[in-house]
């Protein structure tokens, strides 16, 4: 008997709904029939209903099974599942599946399909194209090419790559660095794990194209305590890097030369911050610092450093592979490329959805996520984490595009939809927002550090039902000293969930109803 | 379950030595420590502040800042709930409301016994199957009452 490949996702999201188990089972029923079979831990095709999402190659292409439970296989073997046999949880090829057919995959091209540990599997799905490339062209056309690609952070504030670059690169110092922002902390957002799972190597591309362009040899990957096996797999692939040349003295051959090294939080969501990143990589509180003087010009241990995110990072092979006018060719306004999407929380087909820019909210939310897994109607969608705003679904004409959603007081953030049914209690949402905002602030700066704690009082009491009213209009003018007061993102935009809820949904915090476009 | 060793000056020392080449080597250190020993001990803090050369105040700042360094060491058993919104979004509340009452403690506490502390956790990056919880770092998605169940029973054993 010739042996079978079966690939069976290592992605935590499929572990966590039973994939090791699923292996194992797998591993006994191939043995009991003395059937040989190479199992493959690829990362997830971002169908995460589907997990774990178990795979065959067949003469037609590689099968898909799903969500397959541990008790399933037996049946599934039964059912001819290493030919591609029937059952009913087959999906057949899942590149043709709609949520897959759909999509414009650049950055998660390969993500679930390879091996994340074989440089070879990468290669030979088109991975180092854009380094080679790269090496060709040289820093100051790389940053040129970046720059053609209107590549802006991916992170959330939405700022142009190659200026940063250009920044560091026109910097003079002994000694610059690339710093990858992994500390992906928002809820409903998980592309950053699933690409370090799924797709390592292509991080370790981007951050050595970035670190070739302005003139850095030294790398760090900063990542969740919350996340083990998104290290794991970056780790892993560092090692296989280094092992083929692809990191160290002289990359490929090349003059130029590029290390990498992962880094772990602990705990602070604030690390996700820039700046309160790079004090933690330092060894040191994470709390923010004052700009100036950017990163670019002092940034990690005071030298040039850039930060970027790392679906940025991940963008930038595919930039210098097929060119900047190529990543530019997607996308509408000043919004160009593609955006990995990810949709979560009460939702029938959450996953990760790669789509140029553009595409509405309601199509998310409805077509692509298919409504909430509890049957009941949409209430609403936080977008871009806990500093996202909570967009009503009368506003879900709202296209995915920086620009339209800053128009609606609303932001992408780092791409993350969290669906609510009607069952959400939005002052309770509003209070909770306050809250994290409270814990996690790093102290640095008043608004932030004392207004979220005043916010948590002053939602306490509208609950309560107390001066409705007057409270109402001091939380509103709290969180505009928020706003414009706070040093970062943190107490800046923890505003933009509360007064979302408020505005939208007015009768929940005992005020009269107000659907029209509210007002600040 | 994870096995933590008992505190020793001279094993402390080793597992720091480990990572005193890296740039900004303070929180690996730290990282260790809590590893080998469950809980960053009082006495690394002096020892910390001397190898690197900033003072203890420094160092002790450091250490509370991070939710993940414990003061004290946790009970056998470390559950963490997903508490944030999109795990709000598909009934962590109600999951959570349950651990504590089937614990007899709240959230960030430990039980009387000792053997299972019960923590809230900001996001495991599971949020399209929500919701998630961890136990002794082992993850588990799709949580409904009857899986919370068995996780709490294993913890309990």
Redesign the interface.
């Given at each position: 008997m010739s042996t079978v490949r079966i690939y069976v996702p290592k992605d935590a999201c499929a572990i966590a709904c039973g994939a090791d188990e699923v292996v194992a089972a797998i591993e006994a029923a191939a043995l009991k029939r003395r059937q040989p079979v190479e199992i493959v831990r690829n990362g997830s095709r971002g169908m995460l209903w589907l997990e774990p999402l178990v795979e065959v190659v067949t003469p037609e292409g590689r099968i898909g099974y799903g969500p397959v439970a541990e008790d399933d296989v037996e049946a599934l073997f039964e059912a001819g599942l290493l030919t591609g046999g029937d059952h009913a949880l087959r999906i057949g090829k899942p590149e043709e599946h709609p949520f897959m057919a759909k999509q414009t995959r650049l950055t998660f091209a390969r993500c679930g399909i390879v091996d994340p540990a074989s440089l070879a599997d990468y290669r030979a799905h088109g991975g180092y194209r854009g380094l080679e490339r790269a090496l060709q062209l040289g820093p100051d056309a790389i940053i040129e090419e970046v720059k053609k690609s209107g590549l802006r952070g991916r992170g959330g504030a939405g700022f142009p790559t190659a200026i940063k670059w250009k920044t560091v690169a026109d910097a003079k110092a002994d000694r610059k660095y690339i710093v990858c922002n992994a500390d992906e902390g928002d809820s409903g957002t998980f592309a950053d794990r699933m690409i370090m799972e799924g797709d390592p190597f292509e991080l370790i591309e981007g951050m050595t194209i970035a670190g070739i362009a302005v003139g850095a040899t030294k790398g760090y990957v900063y990542t969740r305590s919350e996340y083990p096996h998104a290290i794991w797999a970056m780790e892993k692939a560092i090692e296989v890097a280094r092992a083929g040349g692809m990191l160290g003295a002289n990359i490929s051959g090349s003059p130029y030369s590029f290390d990498l090294e992962v880094r772990m939080g602990a705990g602070a969501y604030v690390c996700g911050e820039e700046t309160a990143l790079l004090d933690s990589l330092e060894g040191k509180r994470g709390t923010v610092r004052a700009k100036p003087p950017l990163p670019a010009h002092k940034g990690l241990f005071q030298k040039p450093t850039v930060i970027n995110n790392v679906l940025s990072l991940t963008a930038v092979p595919h930039i210098l592979a097929d060119g900047g006018e190529f990543y530019a060719n997607f996308g509408m306004g000043r919004s160009r490329g593609t955006m990995p999407i990810q949709i979560a929380g009460n939702v029938k087909f959450g996953g990760l959805f790669e789509t140029a820019f553009g595409i509405t909210l309601g199509e998310l939310v409805n077509d692509i996520g298919g409504g909430t897994v509890t049957g009941k109607p949409v209430k609403a969608a936080q977008v871009g984490g806990p500093l996202g705003a909570y967009v009503p679904t009368w506003q879900f004409d709202l296209p995915f595009d920086y620009e339209a959603f800053a128009a609606k007081d609303a932001l992408i953030g780092h791409g993350g939809i969290v669906v609510f049914d009607e069952n959400a209690d939005m002052a309770k949402m509003a209070r909770f927002a306050m809250e994290f905002c409270s814990v996690e602030s790093c102290g640095k700066c008043t608004p932030c550090r004392i207004g979220s704690t005043r916010g948590v009082e002053l939602m306490d009491r509208i609950i309560a039902g107390e001066r409705v009213e007057s409270n109402l209009a001091t939380l509103t003018d709290l969180c505009q000293t928020m706003k414009l007061g706070s040093l970062c993102a943190l107490g800046g935009f923890t505003p933009y969930p509360v007064l979302s809820a408020m505005n939208h949904f007015p009768e929940e915090f005992g005020a009269p109803p107000r659907r029209l476009e509210a007002a600040e | 379950m994870p096995h933590y060793e008992p505190w020793s000056e001279e094993r402390a020392r080793a597992v720091i030595g480990e990572y005193s080449h890296?740039?900004?080597?303070?929180?690996?250190m730290?990282?260790a420590v809590q590893e080998t020993f469950g809980h960053v001990p009082d006495a690394v803090v002096p020892m910390l502040a001397e190898l690197?050369n900033v003072s203890r105040a420094?160092v002790h700042?450091?250490v509370t800042?991070?939710?993940?360094?414990r003061h004290e060491p946790a009970g056998r058993h470390v559950l963490k709930l997903c508490r944030?919104?999109?795990?709000?979004?598909?009934g962590g509340d109600a999951l959570a409301d349950h651990a504590e009452h089937r614990l007899g403690c709240k959230l960030g506490e430990t039980t009387a016994d000792g053997r299972v502390t019960v923590e809230p956790?900001?996001?495991?990056?599971?949020?399209?199957?929500?919701p998630?919880a961890?136990l002794d770092?082992r993850?588990?998605?799709?949580l409904t009452e009857r899986r919370l169940d068995a996780l709490i029973a294993e913890a309990q054993s």
């Amino acid at each position: 008997m010739s042996t079978v490949r079966i690939y069976v996702p290592k992605d935590a999201c499929a572990i966590a709904c039973g994939a090791d188990e699923v292996v194992a089972a797998i591993e006994a029923a191939a043995l009991k029939r003395r059937q040989p079979v190479e199992i493959v831990r690829n990362g997830s095709r971002g169908m995460l209903w589907l997990e774990p999402l178990v795979e065959v190659v067949t003469p037609e292409g590689r099968i898909g099974y799903g969500p397959v439970a541990e008790d399933d296989v037996e049946a599934l073997f039964e059912a001819g599942l290493l030919t591609g046999g029937d059952h009913a949880l087959r999906i057949g090829k899942p590149e043709e599946h709609p949520f897959m057919a759909k999509q414009t995959r650049l950055t998660f091209a390969r993500c679930g399909i390879v091996d994340p540990a074989s440089l070879a599997d990468y290669r030979a799905h088109g991975g180092y194209r854009g380094l080679e490339r790269a090496l060709q062209l040289g820093p100051d056309a790389i940053i040129e090419e970046v720059k053609k690609s209107g590549l802006r952070g991916r992170g959330g504030a939405g700022f142009p790559t190659a200026i940063k670059w250009k920044t560091v690169a026109d910097a003079k110092a002994d000694r610059k660095y690339i710093v990858c922002n992994a500390d992906e902390g928002d809820s409903g957002t998980f592309a950053d794990r699933m690409i370090m799972e799924g797709d390592p190597f292509e991080l370790i591309e981007g951050m050595t194209i970035a670190g070739i362009a302005v003139g850095a040899t030294k790398g760090y990957v900063y990542t969740r305590s919350e996340y083990p096996h998104a290290i794991w797999a970056m780790e892993k692939a560092i090692e296989v890097a280094r092992a083929g040349g692809m990191l160290g003295a002289n990359i490929s051959g090349s003059p130029y030369s590029f290390d990498l090294e992962v880094r772990m939080g602990a705990g602070a969501y604030v690390c996700g911050e820039e700046t309160a990143l790079l004090d933690s990589l330092e060894g040191k509180r994470g709390t923010v610092r004052a700009k100036p003087p950017l990163p670019a010009h002092k940034g990690l241990f005071q030298k040039p450093t850039v930060i970027n995110n790392v679906l940025s990072l991940t963008a930038v092979p595919h930039i210098l592979a097929d060119g900047g006018e190529f990543y530019a060719n997607f996308g509408m306004g000043r919004s160009r490329g593609t955006m990995p999407i990810q949709i979560a929380g009460n939702v029938k087909f959450g996953g990760l959805f790669e789509t140029a820019f553009g595409i509405t909210l309601g199509e998310l939310v409805n077509d692509i996520g298919g409504g909430t897994v509890t049957g009941k109607p949409v209430k609403a969608a936080q977008v871009g984490g806990p500093l996202g705003a909570y967009v009503p679904t009368w506003q879900f004409d709202l296209p995915f595009d920086y620009e339209a959603f800053a128009a609606k007081d609303a932001l992408i953030g780092h791409g993350g939809i969290v669906v609510f049914d009607e069952n959400a209690d939005m002052a309770k949402m509003a209070r909770f927002a306050m809250e994290f905002c409270s814990v996690e602030s790093c102290g640095k700066c008043t608004p932030c550090r004392i207004g979220s704690t005043r916010g948590v009082e002053l939602m306490d009491r509208i609950i309560a039902g107390e001066r409705v009213e007057s409270n109402l209009a001091t939380l509103t003018d709290l969180c505009q000293t928020m706003k414009l007061g706070s040093l970062c993102a943190l107490g800046g935009f923890t505003p933009y969930p509360v007064l979302s809820a408020m505005n939208h949904f007015p009768e929940e915090f005992g005020a009269p109803p107000r659907r029209l476009e509210a007002a600040e | 379950m994870p096995h933590y060793e008992p505190w020793s000056e001279e094993r402390a020392r080793a597992v720091i030595g480990e990572y005193s080449h890296l740039e900004g080597p303070l929180m690996p250190m730290l990282h260790a420590v809590q590893e080998t020993f469950g809980h960053v001990p009082d006495a690394v803090v002096p020892m910390l502040a001397e190898l690197l050369n900033v003072s203890r105040a420094e160092v002790h700042g450091v250490v509370t800042f991070y939710h993940d360094f414990r003061h004290e060491p946790a009970g056998r058993h470390v559950l963490k709930l997903c508490r944030a919104e999109a795990c709000q979004a598909a009934g962590g509340d109600a999951l959570a409301d349950h651990a504590e009452h089937r614990l007899g403690c709240k959230l960030g506490e430990t039980t009387a016994d000792g053997r299972v502390t019960v923590e809230p956790i900001y996001c495991l990056g599971l949020c399209a199957t929500a919701p998630s919880a961890m136990l002794d770092g082992r993850i588990v998605a799709r949580l409904t009452e009857r899986r919370l169940d068995a996780l709490i029973a294993e913890a309990q054993s």
